[in-house]
């Protein structure tokens, strides 16, 4: 288990796993986006519980760039949506900005406020002006799994914030890195997280490409079942 992980055994209330497991029992083929989740419901199955690629991974940047909006961003910037409002990644946002000469873009996250709290207003964007900042950016800052997505579709340079409480989600982005073959530099952390650096630019595209094909392939299969079933 990855230092980072610290992951929890339940994904319920316990009083509720009983229910849950009875609930999973009623479906025939179950899929996860995340090796821990797979390992915890094979566990309370007793069965294998197969691990897919998240969607956004099915299609490559050139199909993502298409569906990008343009953004007006005053020129080169790095990228910040800092989901969990970590002072970490902010401080080391602006510090590398300030080292590369560049601005930040500071992303409005949903539910946060115009400022977030931080005091300085926030980049607004919908889905489509998202991937194209992403896109766009001389490197991200983020402790979001589809920001840390979409950056390794476009092959950014990404520094992502890990949480080190043991109620966090780091599993998923973990499997995500395994399946790129990329390895994190420990950057900066405090007692709370730990901001991580890859190069996904050195994302091993063959290991990653297997497992987007593998994933299309149990996906196809799920929805060839159902729609057997529909018609019978």
Known sequence: MSVL????????????????????????????????????IGRCLNR?????????????????????????TNGKYVLMYNIR???LLQMLAYRVAKERGLRVVDLLVPGQGEDGGSGKRKFAAGP??????????????TGSFHASAFSLIFGKKLYVQFPLTRDNTNSR??????????????????????????DCEEKNNKVLDNEISRSRQVLSEIISSCLQRCWE
């Open 48 to 72: 294998e519980i197969e691990t897919v690629v998240d969607p956004v991974l099915l299609h490559d940047y050139e199909y993502w760039r298409k569906v990008a909006g343009p953004k007006d």
């Open 173 to 198: 982005m973990e499997t995500l890195f395994s399946w790129a073959m990329l390895t994190g530099k420990n950057v900066i952390e405090d007692d709370r997280s730990r901001v991580m650096f890859y």
């Open 128 to 141: 489509s002006e998202f991937l194209y900042l992403i896109d766009g950016a001389e490197c991200v800052f």
């Open 5 to 40: 992980s610290k992951i929890r055994t339940s994904y319920s209330p316990p009083e509720l796993d009983a229910e849950f497991v009875e609930l999973w029992k009623s479906f025939d083929r179950i899929t996860m986006r995340e090796v821990a989740g797979s390992d915890y």
């Open 85 to 87: 409002r970590s002072s």
